[in-house]
């Protein structure tokens, strides 16, 4: 550095290593790659179906076989992780027992992925009643309360017939006490030991969610989501939540949202030996995409920002809408 003068700095001088665009690439501490990327997706019901989500967009509803085209073109982009939310047609009831009947929609869209895409593809689908129920709450409901336990049954049901049907893993985002252990020996008694479990463990009931609740016709017709999603104000509770999703046989653990809780992350990661995911949820996606359209931010840079900050706090793994654009445009 020009200009240097012995007698005013001490030997430190952090900016030796911010020189040239090759240095700092060589001293950088946190590194984004595709196969970090797990990309969500909505399923239809029938055949050539595509519906724009007006809250997200880039992001769509799309039937199986339309899905299995934006797949193959993921994978040739290098984006190898899938998550499946159902968006289903039939009619929903109190248990949401349509996510787990013979023939049910995200069950065959794991099917046909699997057929079409073998281990090419590592497939998680999200477990969980809201889209499925009546009245669109995640758990049983009774009298304006959400029942635990008998909760755990049908959240069951739904995981086993994901997993029988070829999904890798089943992702569990109720919040209900004791679904990952419920799950889990429910899956082994099926014979489906190989099968891993990415809990949802920290999932805080978040106002970030609400583009995915019209994406997913999933919001609650009453009431909120507090009695059993994580209050954002509790630090310490995460920790519970993770050291008991892991006694349960919890094979990743789940942050949601990532972007307001990069504490949360780093403390998570710091106290598991587990893989970490971050979940960057529909709300962060939206409101990024709202201000580069309004042409208030550089859309790549902020982005990539985001989800380097995210990486940097400790996440393995990351659940976002805006894998397939970073990497159809270049940007990872
Ligand atoms: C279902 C579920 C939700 C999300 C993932 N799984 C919504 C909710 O809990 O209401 C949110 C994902 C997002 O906002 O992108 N329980
Ligand atoms: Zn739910």
């Not at 780093?266 to 893989?275: H, K, Q």
Request: net charge negative; hydrophobic share 40%; charged share 25%.
């Amino acid at each position: 550095m020009k200009g240097n003068d012995p007698r005013h700095g001490s030997a430190q001088r952090p900016r030796r290593l911010r020189r040239s665009p090759r240095l700092r690439e060589s001293v950088a501490e946190t590194h984004l790659r595709r196969e970090m990327l797990i990309q969500p997706h909505f399923v239809l019901e029938g055949t050539g179906r595509v519906e724009a989500i007006a809250s997200m967009p880039g992001i769509e509803r799309q039937s199986i076989d339309r899905l299995l085209r934006t797949i193959e073109k993921d994978l040739s982009l290098g984006i190898r992780s899938a998550i499946l939310f159902g968006v289903p047609a039939g009619p929903k009831d109190g248990v949401g027992a349509s996510s787990y009947h013979a023939d049910a929609l995200v069950p065959r869209a794991v099917a046909a992925l699997k057929a079409a895409f073998g281990q090419d593809l590592v497939l998680y689908t999200d477990i969980c009643l809201c889209a499925y129920t009546d009245h669109g709450h995640c758990g049983v409901l009774d009298g304006g309360e959400i029942l635990n336990d008998p909760s755990l049954e049908h959240l069951s049901r739904q995981a086993i017939a994901c997993a029988a049907a070829g999904a890798d893993f089943v992702a569990p985002s109720d919040m209900m006490d004791g679904r990952v252990g419920a799950i889990r020996t429910a899956l082994d008694r099926a014979d489906l030991g190989s099968v891993g479990i990415l809990a949802y463990s920290v999932k805080y009931a978040s106002a970030y969610y609400g583009p995915f609740r019209e994406a997913a016709h999933s919001a609650p017709a009453a009431g909120d989501r507090k009695s059993y999603q994580m209050d954002p104000r509790n630090r310490r509770e995460a920790l519970r939540e993770c050291a008991l999703d892991e006694e349960e046989g919890a094979d990743m653990l789940m942050v949601k949202p990532a972007l307001a809780y990069l504490d949360v992350i780093a403390d998570v990661r710091a106290n598991t030996t587990l893989p970490v995911a971050a979940y960057n949820v529909s709300g962060e996606y939206s409101m990024v995409k709202a201000a580069a359209a309004a042409g208030l931010i550089d859309e790549r840079l902020v982005t990539l920002e985001n989800m380097t900050a995210i990486a940097r706090a400790g996440a393995d793994l990351i659940l976002t809408y805006h894998g397939r654009e970073a990497c159809e445009r270049g940007w990872l």
